[in-house]
């Protein structure tokens, strides 16, 4: 995808193309070179983008500090990468939003395949103060709960900070179930990645707000719908752990009125099923997204595992949800709406991701869907050994489609969506 010289400038004009241009590197941005270039990520947008050779070597050109002169013909790169977040200019270059495949540069074979893990998401706990209906993890808690005990988080922090990936997820389970170790995990990860708090905001989301801080975390809530009651009725609650009357809609509504207020970077994540993939509902929770100020909005087709797959006929839907979300993000772009959208099929290749389990194991869910692939890592060559199991059980192809927002095709086809300056991400 680039970006063109008709960008919109700060007051709504174009840019004048024959200004001089200085950029720098953007702050906490993560980048990892590859043979086909690098890959970056932004943290405030919890956005990856693919980059191509010429993209990568003018990007290194720019310093993190004081913002260089941009040569005339480099231009246009830096500008793309600026409109990503990627980069900063002088004059500045208006942020626009994404909705198709996040690559900067030419990818004649579309995406790039990767060696090394992107993201590894970590549980903090097996505890859960809901019960998704379609919970992909459910395998992963319901069996480990009774035996939970206080050393199991310093195998997490093993093997999650031995894994070679640009980002951590601390999840679970409900990270906020046990702040403890949501604290510890997270600044264990941030020695070396970019980190990320999976939440449903039941609990104290107040009191990881420091930490979270501290170490430039994105904070993402799980919200499936604009209206509450079939929200909660996708996410009901437990009631072994929270007070009848809790309301997952409520909470993670509140949680992203808290996160926003706080100057957290925070996104929302929504599972598509068949009870709300309807063109309409999704649409309102776009709406509703937008006036929270939520800029980041993932969608994840739901997985035919864990729950969902002991209940295909009520919840799964598959490829007719595509269709669905390819008019969704075709609306939402034509508005020129300012959300990052990402759609993610991994009902299409289960085996995409790369969890950590509540007690320190590799668990990668089996390609036919029949449970996870659980793997311990001994303590000699840990790393060597994760990237093994990464390569030989992961479908990395899968697993590069998923943060590079692979499902859907290009929208629009050109690749230029302008944002006027009340549209900036």
Known sequence: MLVTDRLPGAAGSRLDIDAPLRGRLAAGI?????????????????????????????????????????????????????????????????????????LLGSFPGGIPSIKAPMVVNCFTTAQ???????????????????????????????????????????????????????????????????????????????????????????????????????????????????????????????????????????????????????????TELRDMLLEARVRTWALHIVVPAGKAAQRPNKLLIGDDAVTTLTRLVADTAAQRLPIDIRVTGTHRQPNSTLLISAKGEVAIQRRDGAGKKILRVGRAMARQRLLRQFRRHVDTAGHASRYLNGTLDLYPKDGTVELSATGAV
């Open 128 to 282: 859960c103060p809901l019960r998704c209906t379609y919970c992909h993890a459910d395998d992963l808690m319901v069996s480990y709960r009774g035996d939970e005990n206080a050393e199991w988080i310093d195998e997490v922090i093993r093997v999650a900070t031995a894994t070679p990936a640009m980002v951590g997820v601390v999840t679970g389970g409900e990270p906020l179930a046990a702040p403890g170790n949501a604290e510890r995990l997270l600044a264990a990860l941030a020695r070396d990645k970019a980190v990320v708090l999976d939440t449903s905001g039941v609990g104290d989301l107040g009191r990881l707000v420091p930490v979270l801080r501290q170490y430039n975390a994105h904070v993402r809530f799980s919200l499936d719908s604009a209206q509450a009651l079939i929200n909660d009725r996708l996410r009901p609650i437990n009631r072994r752990q929270v007070p009848l009357g809790t309301s997952s809609f409520r909470k993670a509504t509140e949680g992203v009125r808290l996160a926003v207020g706080e100057g957290l970077a925070c996104s929302v994540q929504t599972v598509v099923t068949a009870r709300n993939s309807d063109l309409e509902g999704l």
């Open 30 to 102: 993560r980048l990892r070179r590859e043979s086909f270039g690098s890959i970056a990520y932004v943290p405030a947008r919890d956005h990856f983008y693919a980059l191509d050779r010429k993209h990568r070597t003018v990007l290194e050109k720019l310093s993190t500090s004081d913002a260089r002169p941009v040569r005339p013909e480099h231009r246009e790169m830096v500008t793309a990468m600026a409109a990503a977040s990627i980069c900063e200019t002088e004059p500045p270059t208006p942020q626009r939003a994404f909705y198709g495949r996040s």
